[in-house]
């Protein structure tokens, strides 16, 4: 194929850029919602007082906790339904949960009934099978909604953030349309406290920290990501994963070109060794520019919010593949660029209140991508092809400056 021109000078060919949610909004659910009866109807449209719950059985990653949870809030508070996220048992979903505007933690007690008029559950197991919240709540104020969903398996839309908003629309009685994720309110004390945090475990000398992280706030700063959440299907999880030598690559052309910058780059436990083989090459040419973000007593330390309002504070733009970090960074509404291989953007596009700071690139060169990731034919067929690769660094490099222009702009 020959290489073509698309909308941002990105020479390249294959190459697709998605911005402002297109993706999302694209997403046109394949039929209508007939099938939810009139008793789930009038349960859910009579409620005033909503609470959310999850089990200990559910196997939650933070991507979707972002991806689902956080648009599942915001669509209830659009219907003017006061949220309760009850006994969550994930760190994750508490700590998102507290930085969410206007929820409520409730614990599983007697005065459960009091508090609530419905329940949307997300267990493992259907309602009556877990938990004592059975016990303490009529059946028909407990709505299934993750057994619900997956029987009627077509209200799916595309994007995995709509797998509830849609079916609970269906049961508001209204048109659906797509729901961004509650934006999360990060406080100036998440800031103090991350910026502790940061100086406690890293540094430790206050004149030197200061110094440090005033050169920070007065530079342009990129933050990468270089590793993918660990799952069983180890292949797979190569293959979503930017090769270092790209990141090698960009950094060297982003330190070059926009002088004073710095390169952070975000240390997982799963990706020790790659993000250490990062920060060695590019520290070995741009000595004090490129930093580790995030070491183990600082990540074990700090919760989510305090890392968002770190980021906020000193970080233009993240750079990542398909991982939760990105999830996490668009949620935060900060400056993000995606970038996607065999996973699909129509299911695992990033979301943020303000789609502005989103832009998301994509390999679709390849049919064989699946809005479900486990069944992608690259993963079933043993694919050795990473197309995820055939990004090049220049591609992400020649979209920052209108990325960086147009949130400069706003």
């Known amino acids: 194929m020959q290489k073509k021109i698309i909308s941002d000078g990105i020479a390249q060919s294959y190459i697709k850029v998605h911005r402002n949610l297109d993706f999302l909004y ?15 109807k009038n349960i859910y449209q009579q409620a005033k007082n909503v609470g959310i719950y999850f089990d200990q059985q559910a196997e939650i990653k933070i991507g979707e906790v972002i991806v689902k949870f956080l648009p599942l809030i915001n669509f209830l508070q659009q219907q003017q339904k006061k949220v309760f996220v009850v006994e969550p048992s994930h760190i ?6 507290e930085a969410c505007k206007d929820v409520t933690l409730i614990n599983t007690n007697k005065r459960l009934a009091e508090k609530i008029d419905l329940l ?19 059946s028909q104020k407990i709505i299934d909604i993750r057994h619900l969903a997956r029987n009627v398996g ?30 999360l309110e990060i406080t100036v004390k998440d800031l103090l406290s991350a910026k502790q945090k940061l100086h406690d475990t890293l540094m430790k000398k206050p004149k030197f920290f200061q110094d440090t992280y005033k050169k920070w706030k007065n530079s342009t700063n990129f933050i990468f990501n270089p590793g993918v959440g660990v799952t069983n299907k180890v292949h797979y999880q190569q293959l979503r994963q930017w090769h270092k030598n790209n990141f090698i690559e960009l950094g060297k052309m982003l330190l070059d ?65 398909d991982t939760s970090f990105m999830h996490l960074s668009a949620a935060g509404n900060i ?23 989103v832009l998301l690139i994509e390999n679709n060169s390849c049919n064989s991508k ?22 090049s660094p220049q591609a992400i490099f020649n979209a920052l400056p209108y990325f960086l222009k147009r949130n400069n702009d706003d």
Not at 295 to 311: D, G, K, T, V, Y
Not at 338 to 344: A, E, H, R, V
Request: hydrophobic fraction near 35%.
């Open 120 to 138: 949307l559950s997300m267990s493992v197991y259907p309602c009556g099978m877990t938990k004592e919240y059975s016990k303490l709540l009529p």
């Open 257 to 321: 070109n926009y002088p004073g910058s710095n390169v952070f780059i975000y240390k997982r436990i799963e990706s020790e060794a790659i993000a250490d083989d990062i920060y060695k090459t590019l520290h070995k040419y741009f000595t004090g520019r490129t930093y580790i973000f995030m070491r183990h007593p600082f990540r074990q330390s700090i919760n989510m919010p305090e890392l968002i309002a770190l980021m906020k504070d000193i970080i233009n733009v993240a750079i990542s593949p």
């Open 154 to 183: 077509e209200l799916w839309p595309n994007h995995a953030s709509q797998t509830y908003i849609y079916l609970l629309s269906g049961l508001a009685g209204i048109k659906y349309f797509p729901v961004l994720p509650a934006e």
């Open 26 to 40: 694209s997403s046109i659910p394949r039929i209508s919602r007939n099938q939810l009866n009139a008793e789930l």
């Open 335 to 357: 400056p993000t660029i995606g970038i996607f291989g065999p996973t699909d953007v129509r299911q695992w596009g990033a979301l943020s209140s303000d789609p502005k700071n």
């Open 370 to 391: 699946s809005v479900n990731a486990d069944e992608a034919i690259c993963l079933r067929y043993g694919c050795e092809k990473s197309c995820i690769d055939e990004i």
């Open 92 to 97: 994750y979903l508490t700590e998102l949960a």
